[in-house]
């Protein structure tokens, strides 16, 4: 593997691993509310890494309403996304 293949499955992993912090984080908030201003801090900062890659995907698939929710599926395909894309660059 070149050392941009391996720099890539990195930066995806990174990513990876701050898309499950924020599940992790949005999910505390909603179990319980009004956390701490860390809480908060790290929920903005997850939110600020990620929105730029989900809101396009969000605009095209847009939430799947089930009665009084609504299921954000954009969330998911990001995430497989780059599942599948840093195998994909991995095992280049």
């Known amino acids: 593997m ?3 293949g ?3 499955g990195l930066v995806l992993l990174v990513f990876e ?3 499950v912090a924020r599940i992790v984080l949005d999910w505390v908030g909603v179990l319980a509310p ?10 903005g900062w997850t939110h600020a890494v990620t929105e730029p890659v989900i809101a396009p995907v969000r605009r095209v698939l847009r939430p ?3 009665g009084p929710m609504a299921i954000d599926l954009a969330f998911t395909v990001v ?5 599948v ?3 994909v660059v ?3």
Request: net charge positive; proline share 0%.
């Open 85 to 87: 894309l840093r195998a």
């Open 64 to 66: 799947v309403r089930v």
């Open 17 to 19: 691993l701050v898309l």
């Open 2 to 4: 070149s050392a941009i």
């Open 34 to 43: 009004g956390g701490s201003g860390g809480l908060v801090r790290a929920r």
């Open 6 to 8: 391996a720099l890539l």
């Open 79 to 83: 995430f497989l996304g780059v599942v």
């Open 90 to 92: 991995l095992s280049l």
